[in-house]
Nanobody
Framework: QVQLVESGGDLVQPGGSLKLSCAAS????????WGWYRQAPGKQREWIAT???????DYAVSVKGRFTLSRDNAKATHYLQMDNLKPEDTAVYYC?????????WGQGTQVTVSS
């Protein structure tokens, strides 16, 4: 059974940084593309970043230049470095396997950006 575990969320002040992790088990991690999504209260879940099997990232306009997605296939983990955080980044962040639709969502990790 595939498990995704997100971690690293916290309360941070505007302009601060956080690093989220998504650890996967039960899947050949290196063979898949991975993504991050977020859902703010009262809003739909939105895509924010993708990393393909070659390690090439892609970002939503809203986070480009502030967020950096990387992967460590040996650890079956990918990381979302978030810098210059803004209050509008407040949301629950989820990782997702993009190339195996049978893999469900993790539990998410809460990021709150507030002074």
């Amino acid at each position: 059974q595939v498990q995704l575990v997100e971690s690293g969320g916290d309360l941070v002040q505007p302009g601060g940084s956080l690093k989220l992790s998504c650890a996967a088990s039960g899947i050949l991690f290196g063979m898949h593309a991975w993504g991050w999504y977020r859902q703010a209260p009262g809003k739909q879940r939105e895509w924010i970043a993708t990393i393909d099997t070659r390690g090439q990232p892609d970002y939503a306009v809203s986070v480009k230049g502030r967020f950096t997605l990387s992967r460590d296939n040996a650890k079956a983990t990918h990381y979302l470095q978030m810098d210059n955080l803004k209050p509008e980044d407040t949301a629950v962040y989820y990782c997702k396997c993009l190339t195996n639709p049978s893999v469900g969502w993790g539990q998410g990790t809460q990021v709150t950006v507030s002074s």
